[in-house]
Structures are given as C-alpha cells and as structure tokens.
T-cell receptor, first 115, second 114 residues
Framework: GAGVSQSPSNKVTEKGKDVELRCDPISGHTALYWYRQRLGQGLEFLIYFQGNSAPDKSGLPSDRFSAERTGGSVSTLTIQRTQQEDSAVYLC?????????????FGPGTRLLVL | AQSVTQLGSHVSVSEGALVLLRCNYSSSVPPYLFWYVQYPNQGLQLLLKYTTGATLVKGINGFEAEFKKSETSFHLTKPSAHMSDAAEYFCAVSAEAAGNKLTFGGGTRVLVKP
C-alpha cells in the first residue's frame, strides 16, 4: 500500500514569509508525528497527534510553529514569519496506534530553505 | 529525560568487513530501542527494534543489535558490509514516561569502500 507522503518535496522561501507543509499518513494510522532534521543533526520531535486527543506540542520550538490534523488524517505544519534557522528537512511519520513500541513509518520529508 | 548518543558521526568500512555502529542511551524507565536507516533523499526506514524479550534482535538486510542493559547500549552490527549499506543510521529510544515520542541520536553516516 501507499506509504507516508509529503508535499512539497522542496520549498524555498524568503525570510519572513509563511510556509505550509503537508503530510498524508498511511491510511488507517491513528498517530501522526512531525520531526525536524537540521543539516548534519539527528531528528528533533516537534508535535504528535493521536486520534481525537489534544496534540502533544511539547517539541515546537516557538509560537511561530503550529500544526493541525483534519479529519484524523492529513496534517499541515505551518511556520509563520520564517527565519533562516528554520531551514531543515521536515519529516512526518505515522503509526498504526499510539504505543511506545509502535513502529513509526516516515515520509520522504520536505526540504525547506529560508533565504 | 531520555537521550541517545551515537559514537562517531562518520564510519568508513571496506566491502565485506564488519559494520559496527555504537549507540548508548539514557532512560529512567525501561526503554524501547530502534535503529532506522536513511538512504539519500529518502525518509527513514526501520531496521530493527527492541521491545521486550530476547536481547539480540535481528533486522532487515542482515543487521542485528544487542540490548545490553548493564552497559545502556544497543550497538548495531552487520558481519559483512555491502555497497548498498552506504547510508545514515539513526538510533532512537522511546518510553511511556516520555509520551511515546522517539528521541534520536545524531546519526552515523556509513561509507563503504570497494
């Protein structure tokens, strides 16, 4: 079946502009995660959705970052007033259930460059 | 709090040689441990994971890892490297106390020499 898809694959924007990144999880997966991967670094957790529960936003680096998940499926990560330090690959993952041992399946990522 | 340390950001091995990637974790509760591989311009793919039970875990592509609680380690090995193993490898830990989130190490990039 189809895996996690993300769009756009690449995004170049100017400092101060807003950007929206989209994630389509695997059909039927109830949990959805966003991570950020800066150049040469590991992944940083940003936000986590599980079903209809309130999202875990503990990893969002500032109030410029927000995310929503509509209808328990597609998610959009929005970065307002982008800064150069926001340049990174943004990865989305989904898992069948919420669970500490659940495998997370990752999308190919959106590469964001802020000029 | 949980954390993961991967020793060596870059590892170079000859084709056919042993691959050993080191991972040490810190967790105040029993951890669940994962190894993911990332090929160029692709997302992460699960290699293997330790949840409970047998401490030697076998994964895809001939990789295996051993959970050693006393050493807080989860090193990844493959007896014989193949050119297709060139990629970046990430060790990660999750725990219920941390809200099931994955905490990743900094990654180890593997170069395979012919």
């Amino acid at each position: 079946g189809a895996g996690v898809s993300q769009s756009p694959s690449n995004k170049v924007t100017e400092k101060g502009k807003d950007v929206e990144l989209r994630c389509d999880p695997i059909s039927g997966h109830t949990a959805l995660y966003w991570y950020r991967q800066r150049l040469g670094q590991g992944l940083e957790f940003l936000i986590y959705f599980q079903g209809n529960s309130a999202p875990d936003k503990s990893g969002l680096p500032s109030d410029r970052f927000s995310a929503e998940r509509t209808g328990g499926s597609v998610s959009t990560l929005t970065i307002q007033r982008t800064q150069q330090e926001d340049s990174a690959v943004y990865l989305c993952a989904s898992s069948l259930f919420k669970g500490v041992s659940e495998t997370q399946y990752f999308g190919p990522g959106t590469r964001l460059l802020v000029l | 709090a949980q954390s993961v340390t991967q020793l060596g950001s870059h590892v170079s091995v000859s084709e056919g040689a042993l691959v050993l990637l080191r991972c040490n974790y810190s967790s105040s509760v029993p951890p669940y441990l994962f190894w993911y591989v990332q090929y160029p311009n692709q997302g992460l793919q699960l290699l293997l994971k330790y949840t409970t039970g047998a401490t030697l875990v076998k994964g895809i592509n001939g990789f295996e890892a051993e959970f050693k609680k006393s050493e807080t380690s989860f090193h990844l090995t493959k007896p014989s490297a193949h050119m297709s193993d060139a990629a970046e490898y990430f060790c990660a830990v999750s725990a219920e106390a941390a809200g099931n989130k994955l905490t990743f190490g900094g990654g180890t990039r593997v170069l395979v020499k012919p």
